[in-house]
């Protein structure tokens, strides 16, 4: 008989940004991570920013799954705030194996180049990300188990980014869709800045319908909303206000208030100011630019 499987989610703290963007001081979206585990073994699905919050994760799972296993350290997408803190749960955990499909594992090497480290990681949260960083590793299958359970890797094009995947376990209906599915947190549309790659996002939602989870977890949501299926919805009809926020104004600016008059209660409303920018053409990471 299989093991009873069970699934905990830690929300993390909002790391303040060093750098200010409009003028103003910010900080980063909460960042979901999901232990999913068993009777002695256990699978983490994504990781923080900086060693600090890395360091109260680490906590977190030895309260609430003590003297268990883990196993996996499974990645969502390639984007650095999903998996920086890989090398420091793996030196608490060094049996565990970080995974990602090959897709993912590309992205993530993109994010250590000077490019992208140095001008916006190492930027925005200067000496607190691990060093030296060490991304997943490709997994070869879209499966892999714990105790006799199947974790099913779901690949579901662009969302938030190019590659992203959600990972779905069958025996709990739980699909933890790191930044396909945001909760009640201003969504990512920086990289997301055509129409055709919207779509491609209201695809993916409509994919993790066709699974009929009971449980969905944004990879950023507000510490206390429930992971119900409603995210899926509410996560769909942002991407459409967007759209038509796009096509009814003429600015950034314009198009920044918009999604703040539309979604008063969404957390970090800083998060806008990426999409609204490349909506226009205007690259999202020149951050000394006033809008
Ligand atoms: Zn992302």
Known sequence: MPSLLRAD???SSRLPIAVQRDGQSSAWSPITC?????DSEAVLVDTPISINQTEELIRWIEDVAPGKMLKYIYITHGHG???FGIPLIQRRWPQALAIATSATVAHSQGQLEPGIF?????????DQIYQPQKTAEPWPSNTFTMEDHEFRIVEVGHTDTHDTTVLYVPDINLVVAGDVVYGDVHQFFGEANTTSKRQEWLQALRTIESLNPQTVIAGHKRAGTVDGVFNIEST???ILAFEDAVKTTSSPAELYQKMHDLFPTRVNPHAILSGAMAAFGKNPYEFKKKL
């Open 118 to 126: 140095d001008n916006v990681w190492s930027r925005f949260f200067p």
């Open 9 to 11: 989610v830690w929300v």
């Open 81 to 83: 705030d999903h998996w």
């Open 34 to 38: 999901t232990l999913v585990h068993g």
């Open 236 to 238: 769909r009809k942002y």
